[in-house]
């Protein structure tokens, strides 16, 4: 029987690149499903959180950061973001109180423009400025787009993301429970730990290295009489110097990467876990179709 009263709905984060999106998820989750770095085009894929209300159940789409398109897996990652906004309930567009409106932020607003479905300013990182500079950055926005609501907030501390949660429920439609109640995404692990091996790499790495690693997963066993799951995964990388760098002298860099990965995929699986990494040239990957469709980055 359907419950008239349950309020249920997709929400898109949107935003330049870096601004905070994946960690604003994480937060409304309280757990991390989502990478997060200090380098743009972190997240590649659109990746749902589900939140629960005791009456609603609200769907986060997570999104690439909306940029300037170069190459094939970079065109793959706008494409994900513009489209989550084609059917979804409403469009919270993430930006930094720290930063005034940019070049990035009126591509953004151009496209939500065109778009027929109510968008929340959503003020990041409101714990780096001042209330002056905060309420002339909303002016800024508001004069330039009609807003259904604006909510600052700190997706690290984690301040005013209560607010938005409360703002957001009355934008749900009647809907039914889409997900069960103890699902937080609808990702499989595999995809996850795989991401949360990739973060650990762009945070370890500098300079172009990151944005030519892809990460697969290659076995995932469960072992319940051990409480233990055997991971074994595929660096993947474009040129040999890469690969030097990521395997670093003696082994040190894989090593510390696969610990530091361990750590939080125990955490997410809430098992003992051995994970053995491997590190592979594919030279170019990110412009090869097959290796794109391989690892996620490829709609077909």
């Known amino acids: 029987m359907t419950n008239h009263n349950f309020l249920s709905g997709y929400v898109a984060i949107i935003g330049r690149p870096n601004v905070g999106k994946s960690t604003l998820l994480n937060r409304v989750l309280g757990q991390?499903?989502?990478?997060?770095?200090?380098?743009?085009?972190?997240?590649?894929?659109?990746?749902?959180?589900?939140?629960?209300?005791?009456?609603?159940?609200?769907?986060?789409?997570d999104t690439p950061g909306i940029h300037k398109a170069k190459g094939k897996l970079n065109r793959?990652?706008?494409?994900?973001?513009i489209g989550a906004c084609a059917d979804v309930d409403l469009i919270l567009f993430l930006v930094e109180a720290d930063d005034s409106p940019g070049g990035g932020d009126e591509y953004i607003l151009k496209l939500l423009d065109k778009s027929k479905v109510p968008v929340f300013l959503i003020i990041n990182k409101i714990d780096l400025?001042?209330?002056?500079?905060?309420?002339?950055?909303?002016?800024?926005?508001?004069?330039?787009?009609?807003?259904?609501?604006?909510?600052?907030?700190?997706?690290?501390?984690?301040?005013?993301?209560?607010?938005?949660?409360?703002?957001?429920?009355?934008?749900?439609?009647?809907?039914?429970?889409?997900?069960?109640?103890?699902?937080?995404?609808?990702?499989?692990?595999?995809?996850?730990?795989?991401?949360?091996?990739?973060?650990?790499?762009?945070?370890?790495?500098s300079e172009e290295i990151p944005y030519g690693v892809g990460?697969?997963?290659?076995?995932?066993?469960?072992?319940?009489?051990?409480?233990?799951?055997?991971?074994?995964?595929?660096?993947?990388?474009?040129?040999?110097?890469?690969?030097?760098?990521?395997?670093?002298?003696?082994?040190?860099?894989?090593?510390?990467?696969?610990?530091?990965?361990r750590k939080d995929i125990e955490k997410l699986l809430g098992t003992r876990i051995f994970l053995e990494l491997f590190v592979r040239v594919d030279k170019d990957w990110s412009q090869n179709e097959r290796m794109l469709r391989e690892l996620g980055y490829s709609k077909k």
């Open 32 to 61: 991390k499903i989502a990478i997060t770095s200090n380098k743009p085009q972190t997240t590649r894929n659109r990746i749902l959180g589900i939140h629960n209300f005791p009456d609603g159940q609200a769907l986060f789409v």
């Open 76 to 81: 793959f990652m706008v494409d994900q973001a």
């Open 129 to 205: 400025v001042k209330p002056p500079k905060l309420l002339s950055l909303i002016q800024q926005y508001t004069d330039r787009f009609d807003f259904s609501q604006v909510v600052p907030v700190s997706a690290k501390s984690g301040d005013g993301v209560p607010d938005m949660l409360q703002a957001i429920k009355p934008y749900l439609p009647q809907g039914p429970r889409y997900y069960p109640e103890d699902m937080l995404t609808d990702q499989p692990e595999r995809f996850i730990v795989a991401e949360m091996v990739r973060e650990k790499i762009m945070r370890r790495t």
């Open 215 to 261: 990460v697969m997963v290659d076995t995932f066993e469960e072992k319940p009489a051990k409480n233990l799951v055997v991971i074994q995964a595929t660096i993947h990388v474009e040129r040999d110097s890469h690969k030097k760098i990521i395997v670093g002298k003696g082994g040190h860099m894989i090593r510390t990467v696969g610990q530091e990965a």
